[in-house]
T-cell receptor, first 113, second 112 residues
Framework: GESVGLHLPTLSVQEGDNSIINCAYSNSASDYFIWYKQESGKGPQFIIDIRSNMDKRQGQRVTVLLNKTVKHLSLQIAATQPGDSAVYFCAENSGGSNYKLTFGKGTLLTVNP | SQTIHQWPATLVQPVGSPLSLECTVEGTSNPNLYWYRQAAGRGLQLLFYSVGIGQISSEVPQNLSASRPQDRQFILSSKKLLLSDSGFYLC???????????FGNGTRLTVT
């Protein structure tokens, strides 16, 4: 079935470097995408979202890029800090659903001091 | 501001015992409500969602059920727990359609 997946299960970076976390989606009808951060023992925390009528959106130290041609989503974190260490999930609105989000398996980001 | 409460934080239950996990949302009206399960090191699996009182949609046939007795209350239940029901259960709410889900801090359920 169609699903959201991640290219890299783990990513290790040095403090101060930029991080890029990638996500592939296969449902071309999905038109809303979200990135979440999940720290150990906690629920996922919303980071940033993007709709399919955009290809880039920026937040504080984070940027999401959407390439609909190749069904690819990425999260860029600038000047990565130890507090950014967590599992990051991408999610899509399940083929255009107004109510349901489908999550990828997640990427573990480790920031080394 | 909106807040979501989920309890208990951890729970250890024997096989065959009943389950009731409760979730409440404050500061919003008529939210969409969700139950997800997360296995260790895995992604989030949608179990149930509700767009209104008494309206429950089940995504995965299983040993669990959900109910929404009040607008901002969502309950996950089981009559008899199985070992495979162990996991991290997350409640979430969504305001407007196609907007972010906001999650509670989850319940870690261990069935022994």
């Amino acid at each position: 079935g169609e699903s959201v997946g991640l290219h890299l299960p783990t990513l290790s970076v040095q403090e101060g470097d930029n991080s890029i976390i990638n996500c592939a989606y296969s449902n071309s009808a999905s038109d809303y995408f979200i990135w979440y951060k999940q720290e150990s023992g906690k629920g996922p925390q919303f980071i940033i979202d993007i709709r399919s009528n955009m290809d880039k959106r920026q937040g504080q130290r984070v940027t999401v890029l959407l390439n609909k041609t190749v069904k690819h989503l990425s999260l860029q974190i600038a000047a990565t800090q130890p507090g950014d260490s967590a599992v990051y999930f991408c999610a899509e609105n399940s083929g255009g659903s107004n109510y349901k989000l489908t999550f990828g398996k997640g990427t573990l980001l480790t920031v080394n001091p | 501001s909106q807040t979501i409460h989920q309890w208990p934080a951890t729970l250890v239950q024997p096989v065959g015992s009943p389950l009731s996990l409760e979730c409440t949302v404050e500061g919003t009206s008529n939210p969409n409500l969700y139950w997800y399960r997360q296995a260790a090191g895995r992604g989030l699996q949608l179990l149930f969602y509700s767009v209104g009182i008494g309206q429950i949609s089940s995504e995965v046939p299983q040993n669990l059920s959900a109910s929404r007795p009040q607008d901002r209350q969502f309950i996950l239940s089981s009559k008899k727990l199985l070992l495979s029901d162990s996991g991290f259960y997350l409640c979430a709410w969504m305001g407007q359609t196609n907007s972010p889900l906001h999650f509670g801090n989850g319940t870690r359920l261990t069935v022994t």
